[in-house]
């Protein structure tokens, strides 16, 4: 009965060491940007999307399809970037002891 407790136990501090985990994320940011900084992302740890400034510039002689290719892999980059952030955090989680990964 000690093993379930002990295991109930290590369960409790993983599920709190993610939440401090998300949250943690939550507080950090990252910038991308695509255009050669035309179109600039700023989303948190996790991938949410915060902010999108774009450059004046880009109305001038281009059309809004441009524009859309533009933001779409701006965002696209900051979410595969706090993923990367994710994944890297995450392993530095320990597993339980009987689970495989």
Known sequence: MAD?????????QMQ?????????LAGRTIETSAGGGMVRVMADGR?????????PAVFAGHDAEFLADLVTAAVAEAQRRAADLLQAEMRKV???PFVAG
């Open 4 to 12: 379930l407790q002990q295991l109930f136990q290590l369960g409790q």
């Open 16 to 24: 709190g060491r993610l939440q401090q985990l998300q949250t943690e």
């Open 47 to 55: 991938g949410t999307v915060r902010s999108v400034v774009i450059d």
């Open 94 to 96: 320990p597993s339980l």
